[in-house]
């Protein structure tokens, strides 16, 4: 029998994982929405690819990921021009990670939503740079107190709220952490918990023309919790990649 030139060729083994991979995600989102009465919609899956090589990107693209998450400034922007062309859908870029003032025009361009804004001075960055729409920003916290995490510490943020909430260049949508890694998951409810309380305080406080709503927490190990404890954004990156067959090619 001759086989047919398209349909005949079997999924890549790198290609089967990651529909695994993908299917299986969701319905752990699935599942934690269900069990605090949440509806899936309200989570979105940021597909973390900082570590991922191009052509395990490029699959998870055509598995149907819109939304994801790099690291650096100009890996997210390499990225996004060379790949924001061949998507089939309109792709969401989220900079989940430090980003230096001076890189700040190189990726607002680009970036759907900043998740690491960890000071005042790359706040007011961003805002200066801010011309034909408003750049959503998240507000990263650091609620554990780890040297290791930047971020505003909660008080800082208390004081400093009402002067932020004033500026309008920016959408301040939200607010980012990231829990003390751990073995037991559970150990992170407290952290997510804090995030959306002081959320709720300074909504509260005065939103201004901010929306506020977004609460971007949780990774591989701790995203089911997150979800429970209210978060709209999750980071997710090694549950996907890691391990993957070398057709892959090696991370860049
Ligand atoms: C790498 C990274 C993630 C993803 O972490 P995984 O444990 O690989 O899912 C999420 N958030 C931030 C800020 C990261 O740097």
């Not at 598995?63 to 859908?89: C, F, K, N, Y």
């Not at 959503?136 to 208390?158: C, D, W, Y």
């Not at 992170?188 to 927490?217: I, K, Q, V």
């Amino acid at each position: 029998m001759t086989a047919l030139p398209n349909s005949a060729t079997p999924p890549s083994a790198l290609r089967a994982l990651l529909s695994e991979r993908w299917e299986r995600l969701h319905e752990r989102v699935q599942a934690a929405c269900a069990r605090s009465g949440r509806r899936a919609e309200e989570v979105t899956i940021v597909a973390v690819t900082k570590y991922a090589p191009l052509a395990a990107v490029r699959e998870l693209i055509s598995l149907g990921a819109t939304h994801l998450g790099e690291s650096r400034p100009q890996q997210l922007v390499t990225r996004a021009r060379e790949l924001d062309a061949i998507a089939p859908a309109a792709l969401q870029w989220h900079l989940i990670g430090h980003l230096q003032r001076n890189k700040a025009d190189l990726v607002v361009p680009h970036a759907a939503m900043i998740h690491s804004v960890d000071s005042e001075r790359l706040f007011e960055k961003l805002a200066s740079l801010a011309v034909d729409r408003r750049p959503p920003l998240l507000l990263e916290v650091n609620i554990t107190g780890e040297a290791s995490k930047s971020g505003f510490a909660p008080e800082e943020l208390r004081q400093l709220w009402p002067q932020l909430a004033q500026e309008a260049r920016v959408e301040i949508a939200g607010l980012m952490t990231m829990a003390e890694q751990t073995e037991d998951p559970q150990t992170a409810r407290p952290t997510f918990d804090r995030l959306r309380e002081l959320r709720d305080e300074l909504a509260a406080a005065g939103r201004g023309p901010h929306s506020l709503g977004s609460l971007s927490m949780g990774m591989s190990g701790d995203f089911e919790v997150a979800i429970e404890a209210g978060a709209t954004h999750i980071r997710v990156g090694s549950t996907l990649f890691e391990n993957l067959p070398v057709e892959a090619g090696d991370p860049e």
